[in-house]
Every structure is written in C-alpha cells, then in structure tokens.
C-alpha cells in the first residue's frame, strides 16, 4: 500500500531527535511509503517557502542517527493557534489552524508523526479535533516530565552531561575549598537534578517537588567543613523553591512562547549560602549544554524503538495518540491522558530513598525513619 506520512520535531530539541527520524524514515520506506519531514515545527507547512517540507528519502536520513540536533530544525514559538503573523508591521498571535490542516490535506498526508513534549502533544490534539487525519505522538524531552510514559527520549543523555560535569566541579571545589551550586534544567520536574545529582556524589539535591529551607543546607554544608570535607556539591533543579517561597524566572512568557524561562536560582542560592555559612560559594548554570551534544546509547535504543513503534501503529491500526513507555512495554496513550499536567518525581520513590540514606541533604525535614515515612503514607512508588 502506498502511504504517505510527514514528520516534525516542536518545542525545544533533545538529543535523540534525529535518531526518531531516521528509525520513522527507514521504518515507513521499508514498506512502500513515502515520508516528508516538516521544517520548524509547522513553520514548514506555513511559510510556504520551497525547502518548507522535504522528502526524507534514504540518502536523507543516512548517518543522522547519532547527531545532536533535529535535521528538521524545531521551534517553541511555532504553536499554530497563536501562530506570529504579520500585521501592519507587528507580529500578532494567530490562529492558523485551519489553514494549517488544509496545507497538510493538501499536499497529501494522510498521518502526523509528531516528536515532542506536552505543548507539543496537546497542539497534535487539537489540531487532530479541527480535522488533521492522524497523529502518532513520540515522547521528547530532556524533563522527563511527560504524563502517559515513565521515560522520554534526551533525557539520559541531559543525565550523562550533567553527571559528568558535577565529577569535574568536583575537583575545583575540592581544590578550592568551595561551596559549588550547580543549576540544571527540568521546568518544574527535578529527574534530571535527581538522577544526575545521586550519579555524581551531590551534597546537596534541591527538587521542585521538595520545597527547601536554607538552615537545613546550610546545617549540612557546615557538618561537612567540620568533617575537614571542606567543600560541598549543591544541584539544584531550576524550578526549586524554598519553602513558601515562589519558582525563580530569567525571562517573562511572551505571545507566542509556551513556557516562562526559568533561571538564576543557583546565583542566588550561592549568596545566600556564603552568606549564612561563611564558606566560599560559586554558581554554575549548565543550560542548554544539557540539551546539546549526540545521544547516549541508551536513548538511540530508545528513539528507534519509539520511531519504529509510531509507525507501526500506523500501519497496524487506525488509532492516534502518543506512544509511551509502560513497565518496559511501549503502548499507544490517548492524547488526553498525555497533556495538561506534569509527571513530576514521586517524593517516596526509591530514589529519593537511595539519596536519603547516602546522605543528601533535599533541604528539608524528612518525617522520621523511611519506615515511619510509608506508614505515614503507604507504599514508595519505584518510577524508573
Ligand atoms: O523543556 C526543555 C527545556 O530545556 C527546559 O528544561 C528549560 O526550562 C527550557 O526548555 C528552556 O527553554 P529555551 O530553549 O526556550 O531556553
């Protein structure tokens, strides 16, 4: 049968990116059809300039798998429904959604395969109630924060890079005798300050999930100089906040932006802790070194699984929906099990757990002994 499908990758990249493309690519070639990636999110559809949708033929995808990045380029700022047109010399949001589905009829696909995290699966959805035939949604973000899977693709390769920056700031505050704050991304998830923090031997781990106090890192930091372990690690996840205390922002939401930037939080943090403690501090801001760089092993595996997985559902069923990552078997989830809401770090997980009992400060209070914790509240959760 010959069909014929498109591809985009929206909001912001994560490693793995091209490693989707290709396993979609090669998965819909191998059985006769014809496959078009969309540029800039939907900007390809759009603009109508040539080049705005290209055929992803075999030489296209050839030795893409491992790079950083998405051939197809993306954008946050490319949300259809408050699309930026040009009016009278100003851009103005805009809903162009139904031309947008038109275009797609148009130039004949019959279904979406659309990479990317919430905003970008919530978009597929609505786009798919004003009349775009089908959508394959695949799971992106270096957050890990998505509803609907227990993993995204980017996001142990974010892990990787930021583990392996704590083991280099490591020795400099050794050397030092410093306080080093380091500040990962995540929005208002702490996986990646978790994951990374316990990999890298943190100190500290400061979660949006576990409000903290300042007395209680200081406690730590000092009980580690008294030691003569006279220098500490704190990550902290860039949507932490202290306890009553609001998230902390670098750069307000706009029209056409999904999401306010957060930032700064670790700078502030460092002030505050020389100041309390006495001991030198310095903050360091990863960004989006996290995003950059090629894909671990671990999440090519996991984009060819989830590109070939989206088009066999293509091929097997008539169903939409973003396909996820359920105790180690892939399934298609509804769309309106995926969107709105955030998959955060469940706080008596076991690796919360596993970093309380090494001895990582979350800056709070934990209630008691972890057996006192789930009386209190029944059983951990293992979300791995
Ligand atoms: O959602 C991915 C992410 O990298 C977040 O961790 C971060 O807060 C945000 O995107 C940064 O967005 P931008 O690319 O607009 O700076």
């Known amino acids: 049968m010959n069909r014929r499908i498109a591809i985009n990758t929206g909001g912001g990249d994560a490693p793995g990116l091209n490693a989707v493309i290709r396993a979609v690519a090669l998965s819909a070639l191998n059985r006769g059809w014809e496959v078009f990636g969309i540029r800039q999110g939907y900007e390809g559809l759009m603009e109508n300039e040539p080049g705005g949708v290209i055929a992803l033929d075999r030489d296209a995808v050839r030795g893409i798998g491992h790079l950083g990045g998405t051939i197809l380029g993306t954008t946050n700022r490319g949300d259809p429904f408050r699309y930026p047109v040009l009016k009278n010399g100003e851009r103005v949001p805009t809903d162009i959604s139904g ?189 989006h070194l996290q995003r950059g760089g090629s894909p671990v092993s671990f999440d090519r595996l996991l984009a060819q699984r989830l590109g070939s997985a989206a088009v066999r559902y293509l091929a097997e069923t008539e169903q939409s929906g973003m396909i996820g990552q359920v105790a180690g078997e892939l399934t298609l989830i509804p769309f309106d099990q995926v969107t709105g809401g955030t998959r955060n770090v469940e706080t008596r997980s076991d690796a919360v757990e596993t970093a309380r009992d090494v001895g990582i400060c979350f800056g709070d209070e934990p209630v008691g002994t972890f057996l006192a914790r789930i009386g209190a509240h029944g059983p951990p959760g293992q979300q791995t």
């Open 99 to 287: 031309k947008l589905v038109e275009r797609f009829k148009e130039l004949g696909f019959e279904a979406l395969v659309a990479l990317g995290g919430d905003g970008s699966m919530s978009i597929a959805h609505r786009l798919m109630q004003r009349g775009l035939p089908r959508v394959i949604g695949v799971p992106k973000t270096i957050d890990n924060d998505l509803k609907g899977t227990n993993v995204t693709f980017g996001f142990a390769t974010a892990v990787e890079t930021t583990t392996e920056a704590l083991d280099r700031l490591h020795s400099t505050a050794q050397a030092h005798r410093r306080v080093m704050v380091v500040e990962v991304m995540g929005r208002h998830a702490g996986w990646i300050a978790l994951f990374a923090g316990v990999a890298g031997g943190a100190d500290v781990i400061l979660i949006p999930e576990i409000p903290y106090r300042l007395e209680r890192i200081c406690e730590k930091i000092e009980e580690r100089y008294k030691r003569r372990r006279d220098f500490a690690i704190v990550v902290v996840s860039e949507g932490a906040k202290e306890l009553g205390g609001e998230e902390t922002y670098k750069m307000g939401k706009d029209a056409f932006k999904e999401h306010a930037v957060l930032g700064g939080i670790a700078e502030r943090l460092a002030r505050q802790i020389e100041a309390s403690t006495g001991c030198e501090a310095r903050s360091v801001v990863l960004g």
